[in-house]
């Protein structure tokens, strides 16, 4: 079982940066696709972005230019570096990873910009 661990919430003023990580043990994470994903509250859970085993990324229009997702292969781990956050970013954020059609969900960490 694929256990994944995000971690680097919090409260960060608008304007400000945050890095979620997302790290899991026991597997090779570089074998994944992995994404991010966020609910607000009293919304659905909607994509962020993405970063296939190959190494291409994709993002949401919401967030391009801003938020960055990249991989570290040395901490088993994928990070997304957010930029000139917004209040609008104001969510829980949710790692998801597939691999050969199973996919996994993580508990999810809060990210609160305040307006």
């Known amino acids: 079982q694929v256990q994944l661990v995000e971690s680097g919430g919090g409260l960060v003023q608008p304007g400000g940066s945050l890095t979620l990580s997302c790290a899991t043990s026991?597997?090779?994470?570089?074998?994944?696709?992995v994404a991010w994903h966020r609910q607000a509250p009293g919304k659905q859970r909607e994509f962020v972005a993405v970063?296939?085993?190959?190494?291409?990324?994709n993002y949401a229009d919401s967030v391009k230019g801003r938020f960055t997702i990249s991989r570290d292969n040395a901490k088993n781990a994928v990070l997304l570096q957010m930029n000139s956050l917004k209040q609008e970013d104001t969510a829980v954020y949710y790692c998801?990873?597939?691999?050969?059609?199973?996919?996994?969900w993580g508990q999810g960490t809060q990210v609160t910009v305040p307006s």
């Open positions: 998801h990873a597939v691999r050969q059609g199973v996919a996994y």
């Open positions: 026991g597997t090779n994470f570089s074998q994944y696709a």
């Open positions: 970063t296939s085993s190959y190494g291409t990324t």
